[in-house]
């Protein structure tokens, strides 16, 4: 799946990103530290608990456990000692955060389905009634067991169904008498209860009458609409990752319970019904309902039920080869560059996989109400519009290379995890790391100009270490339970974290030992299920044969220190005299006096060392505290760097000397020689360090005085991101028209070279440059930029048509806007919203949806806020989460966006359902900027009283209260630093 508002999104693949502040730690006194550590190990021991999971409490269960093995098996999981469940001691103790509410957990309550029942196929008809006043569903199936043990009950999984009858009979037809049946709501179990046992190794059917809501929540099996002439269309289709394929028929609904499906679907006859298989045949036997016909698609091949769709529309679409795209009709000619790009990603990965795509067809759907970005059901991808629309002339740069990268995202997931499926969602993080990693490689493959591999960087990379910095953040492989907890972990950590260390340890794999060992895992587990020590085995074994790793270590031991430990190192490198390095790691927290935790977490760190010779050398620290490279540079060279390309998921620090010296190479034309992934990272090292007290800001500006100089997009990205940090600090400070005046200073230039003109056949990334660039120089109030945003927005305010004729650049589009909403009135904002209203394009909707945040007028915003919670007021339940991240990036909007959120707190629950993940969007977005002790506290004492009904948010509010705890300790600390520095420095350009 991937996401759109929420907090796994791609910065470019989400124009409101919602960036993760950073964080530091609470400080505990040394000997509380202490005591605590003392009190946690008891726990653990106590406790035996074998979970990674810095969820686990302590003495809550299993008391039973405690006995010599489980004492040794902790000694040896040393994993274990990183993910410190400090978190919830220390806070309770130093009145920070407060804890995490497991009830799931403490109740100990098994959801897992018993295994001696399995479906072999389910058979499935199911009849919507698409009627406004109706809105309902019939469906019965027939499911296929396997029975393993005797057995006097039936368990699977239902929600919010209503269940009219049920039968078992066995494969002769003979009926087994139903006893009960009964729902667990808690565990949303459907047990069915019978007078007699069923047979061991004998197969049986179950069959089930059911109706349910066509609901308008976005999930399950639900509704969607769009105007077109003036009539209200009514559409209806699925989202069932993680849990929701229980919603539409009841089912065996965990991922490794494969089945298959055939799908039997009634529809109108005007109307097509599409599903993961293609339809075989349409017969009109539709008893008492005349206007419709059922279609009935071919059997799957096995499958999860999580990838389970259909779609029942009135859509047409346009094809190439097996290639299908959807669309409502009038925004078909939309979808052109999809069907273009999506039969050459497939070829690609055919190629890359070494397996052909198994199934016959493909379709991929643009569906206007759509709570995620896409999903990849197995032959049938779901998307919401401005995912897979594009038009030419009216959709930017961005949006295109968007698309490219969620259709090649979900295209992967065709392979990586719906052929091979991860066992159970604590995997999760291979489904997602992967299609996250190989998205980018599918993207390059049909355009090779964006480079995509160095933008992982500012994409994924640099994203993920400021997430991962936090004590809130989780190991990567995660116990998870529940709903609220799979749907919890569909976040940064999984994606982001997942993919860079896969891009890791393809580097110090090298690319064919990686790419043979996928084949190879593909291949011998295709159709059925895996977990990440299937890979990793795999791995070794195809490493093993061309020696490409140190002696006797296997892939597991590297990969382990990864993915079951919280957080990851900064290494630190200090040249002696003689040429020698001394290398050590230690875990990277925010407060760096925390080392009572850190000393204990140890990795496997591939370190790459390049010298100012462009030599290379290669080591490993491996999972130990500290080593000595002896000879590594000589004498006289003036530089080295750590980290060639940024592969590695860790931060780099050096001697003063080192630093400086590679402050003076970055001067002048000297940047050139090192290449621009290794100047975003120093960059994003350099200011990350400096935030945590590693380095002085002192060196951390002075590496961002090059910039004036720089012309490349992935270090202007990185700067920008990291920079906005300061901005977000000093923008309600008596000083930011310093902070403005250094900004200015260093990108004047730049913004003068590139114009507001594009012209033909220009490089996408400087398109991209152009792009944060102006807008950046608009947001800093650079008058040029300004009066020429605020004139080119009058100029279509004034044209004849103005929803016909628009002559901005599609790429400036959404800085012209904002910066015009943002200077004008209420004038400016109707016609923007008329705009909104009319236009036919998802892109375009989008970037006025967030240019109208822009406003400086605090009714126009807090009637945008109510609108976006109105429905039928023209904003999408899905766009909500925009609308309040851009509301709240606004400096005018953000503490009104914040106590919007509080005021109606019940009301947006009941609006996006309890466990919407929108809701974890909203939480983050609207606290982002808070640095003083007075919103700290205000938010604490919110999520106190409300801490039960954060649901799927828990983990966001934690993470969102330790930022603003972090920020307003950076003012205390660092604010006048930085400020003098700005004050002092000099500009020469
Ligand atoms: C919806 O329409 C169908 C077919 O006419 C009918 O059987 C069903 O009872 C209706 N449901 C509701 C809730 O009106
Ligand atoms: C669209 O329909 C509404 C309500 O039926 C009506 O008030 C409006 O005038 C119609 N607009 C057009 C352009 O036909
Ligand atoms: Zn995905």
Redo the contacts with the bound molecule.
Sequence with gaps: MTHNNHSENLSMMDTVTTKYGKTTFVTVSKSLAIILLVIFFICLIVTGLLTYSFTSTCGSKNDTDVNSEVIISQEKSEPLKCNENLITTTTTTTSTTPKIPRKFLNENLNIRLPEHIKPHSYQINLIP?I?E??F?F?GEETILINVSKNSNHITLHSDSLLIDSVNVMNINNESVSVKDVRMDTKRQFLIIDLDGFLQANKQYYVYIQFKGVLNNMLEGFYRSSYVENNITRWLAATQFQATDARKAFPCFDEPAFKAKFQINIARMKNMTAISNMPRIDTTDDVKH?PDYVWDHFQESLPMSTYLVAFVVSDFQNISRGIFSVWARPSALSQAKFAVEIGPMILKYYEKFFGIDYPLPKIDMVAIPDFSEGAMENWGLITYREAVLLYEKGISSTASKQRIAHVVAHELAHQWFGNLVTPTWWEDLWLNEGFATYVEFLGSYSVNPKWKDLDLFLVSELHESLILDALKSSHPISVKVNNPDEINDIFDRISYSKGASIIRMMKGFLGDEVFHLALQKYLKNRMYKNAEQDDLWQTLTEESLEIKALPNNVSVKEIMDTWTLQTGYPVVTANKQQNGDLIINQQRYLLDRNNAVTTDQCLWWVPITIMDSMGTVSETWLKKEKEILVEQAISPEIPWYLINVQQNGYYRVNYDEQNWKSLINQLQGNGHRLIQSTNRAQMIDDAMNLAFAGYLSYDIALNVTLYLTNEREYVPWKAAITNLQFLHKMFIRSGYFDKFKIYLISILRDFYIELTFKESSNEDPTRVLNRMEIIDYACKLGLKDCVLQAVQQFQNWRNSANPDKENLINPDLRQTVYCTAISDGGQEEWEFAWNRYLNTNVATDKEILLTSLACSKDIWILSRFLERSLTENSGIRKHDIARVFASVSENPVGHDLAYRFMKINWDRIREYLGPSSMFMSSLVRSSTDKFNTEEEVNDFKSFFERKKEQFGVAVRTAQQSLEQAEANTKWMKEYFNTVKNWLENVRIIS
């Design positions: 009634f009627q006043g109706n309902t019939h309902l």
